[in-house]
């Protein structure tokens, strides 16, 4: 079973930044193309970013276009969210998500076969 595991969640002041990191483990993570979705209480997932498993192609919401970024590093097994320029609005539970070898559909969540536990990010103003 694919297991993915977040960290970095924080509460941080607004114009702060964060690094979430999302581990994989049993599978090969380098077929895997991976998404990260944000959820606050009440209100649907929403798509964040995502990498393409062949880590040629990002995409990131327009909410966070300019201040996030979507990275991967295959020797570590690990997908990376750099968030700078935080605002409250983007308080949240970020979850990671593994597709295998899928290059569409990688804003919606149903895309998804395995997700991680999440990490909390709160962002005060």
């Known amino acids: 079973q694919v297991k993915l595991v977040e960290s970095g969640g924080a509460s941080v002041r607004a114009r702060g930044s964060l690094r979430l990191s999302c581990v994989v483990s049993?599978?090969?993570?380098?077929?895997?193309?991976m998404g990260w979705f944000r959820q606050t209480e009440g209100n649907e997932r929403e798509f964040v970013a995502a990498?393409?498993?062949?880590?040629?192609?990002?995409d990131h919401a327009a909410s966070v276009s300019g201040r996030f970024a979507v990275f991967r590093k295959n020797d570590q097994n690990t997908v990376y969210l750099q968030m700078d320029g935080l605002k409250p609005e983007d308080t949240g539970v970020y979850s990671c998500?593994?597709?295998?070898?899928?290059?569409?559909?990688?804003?919606?969540?149903?895309?998804?076969?395995?997700w991680g536990p999440g990490t909390q990010v709160t962002v005060s103003s």
């Open positions: 049993n599978g090969d993570f380098s077929g895997y193309s």
């Open positions: 998500a593994a597709a295998w070898r899928r290059l569409g559909g990688l804003r919606v969540w149903r895309t998804y076969e395995y």
């Open positions: 990498i393409d498993w062949t880590g040629s192609r990002t």
